[in-house]
Nanobody, 125 residues
């Protein structure tokens, strides 16, 4: 079992930046695919970014060029650096982990077996 815990959310003005962190415990995540998803009120959970076990990265079109996903396997950590934030980025952000090395469907929530509790990001206009 892997436990995931997000941190770093908060209130920021449009154009600002935040860095989200996801701490993994219980297992080392070196060989896991990791992802970030978000869910705004009244909307479905949507893909934000993912990083494979061999550090290939994938992004939703809506965040490409503004967000950067990274991992530090030595610390068992996942990060999401968010720049040029927009009010439409407001959501609860979740990190997720998949222990397989399957190279596809990074954007599908059903791929991921483990989820954190989420951290709120609010971007004011």
């Amino acid at each position: 079992q892997v436990q995931l815990g997000e941190s770093g959310g908060g209130l920021v003005q449009a154009g600002g930046s935040l860095r989200l962190s996801c701490a993994a415990s219980g297992r080392t995540i070196n060989s896991y695919a990791m992802g970030w998803f978000r869910q705004a009120p009244g909307k479905e959970r949507e893909f934000v970014a993912a990083i494979s076990w061999n550090v290939n990265t994938y992004y939703a079109d809506s965040v490409k060029g503004r967000f950067t996903i990274s991992r530090d396997n030595a610390k068992n950590m996942l990060y999401l650096h968010m720049n040029s934030l927009k009010p439409e980025d407001t959501a609860v952000y979740y990190c997720a982990a998949d222990p397989t090395r399957y190279s596809g469907n990074y954007g599908r929530p059903s791929r991921y077996a483990y989820w954190g509790q989420g951290t709120q990001v609010t971007v004011s206009s």
